[in-house]
């Protein structure tokens, strides 16, 4: 196999003579070229393919572009692909009319016409695995937490499954909006509507557990309101009743006798209804059923 270079002109432009040293023959076939973007590359296919970007590389396909300010992406063949905005480090494996837009660290999989606008997000149709699913599961020691201390839980981006670990011990006034809480606001975006995060209490020898009205508390960050199945916190505040949902209470509040252990609670983020309110769907054991 032999491999041809173009003559590099005196004339040439910087990005025309890099071009010609990136652009590789072999017999009359021409494989790769150089691209606009610096320390890029193309497989030229019909001539359709650009890599603008920065460390960029499109290989396959026809007509696939990465374009300006999407450094280190890749696109690895199907046609029509596009990685704009700033979606550094993102890839495209296949498939066609697919767009990453100002999603870094992002990646789709095959498939027609999916649209990537989140950050650090794999997106796939139909995903079919061969083996198991793990989730992401953290501990948070239920201790008292001081009114808006950094310290107060919330539920993270990445939390699938959260065990509540009661420890706490009764000690002065408890105040239940600040002292026992579960951020929720954390799950009030577009993106994580549909999401579904476990929370089961897996150590009941704690004072919330035996002695207290109420186990965890949800609550949204600078107490604006949302709405858990058919409760909602603006509803209860102007009743003059507590405007926090609470989770894994006792059968016999006050009497000693603790929150059953291995209660669980599924919550699902169901997005904002007509009246702007985020709404969440909840079930299971340590379900409080408001009447």
Request: hydrophobic share 35%.
């Amino acid at each position: 196999m032999s491999c041809n270079i173009e003559e590099i002109l005196f004339n040439d432009s910087l990005s025309t003579a890099r071009e010609k040293i990136n652009t590789v023959y072999t017999g009359s076939t021409q494989i790769w070229s150089g691209s606009v973007g610096s320390q890029s590359v193309i497989s030229v296919g019909d001539g359709t393919n650009v890599a603008n970007s920065t460390r960029s590389i499109v290989a396959g396909g026809v007509n696939n572009t990465i374009a300006i300010n999407s450094t280190n992406s890749a696109i690895i063949g199907g046609e029509n692909n596009i990685i704009s905005g700033s979606s550094h480090s993102s890839v495209i494996l296949g498939g066609s009319n697919n767009k990453i837009q100002n999603a870094p660290y992002s990646v789709i999989v095959a498939g027609d016409g999916i649209t990537a606008n989140t950050r650090d997000t794999t997106y796939v149709d139909n995903l079919k695995t061969s083996g198991h699913r793990h989730r992401n599961v953290r501990t948070i020691e239920q201790v008292y937490y001081q009114p808006g201390a950094e310290k107060i839980p919330s539920i993270a981006s990445n939390d699938d499954i959260i065990l509540i670990d009661d420890q706490t011990v009764s000690t002065g006034t408890i105040d239940p909006s600040t002292d026992y809480t579960l951020g929720i606001s954390g799950m009030i975006t577009q993106d994580e509507v549909g999401r579904v995060v476990d929370i089961v209490l897996t150590n009941n020898t704690g004072f919330f557990s035996v002695s207290a009205v109420v186990g965890v508390v949800l609550l949204s960050t600078g107490g604006d309101d949302f709405k858990i199945n058919n409760w909602q916190r603006s509803v209860q505040l102007a009743a003059g009743d507590p405007g926090f949902y609470p989770l894994f209470m006792s059968p016999a509040p006050g009497t000693g006798v603790p929150a059953t252990l291995g209660q669980s609670v599924s919550l699902m983020y169901m997005g904002k209804n007509d009246s702007n309110v985020p709404e969440f769907v909840a079930w299971g054991t340590g379900v409080w059923y408001y009447v």
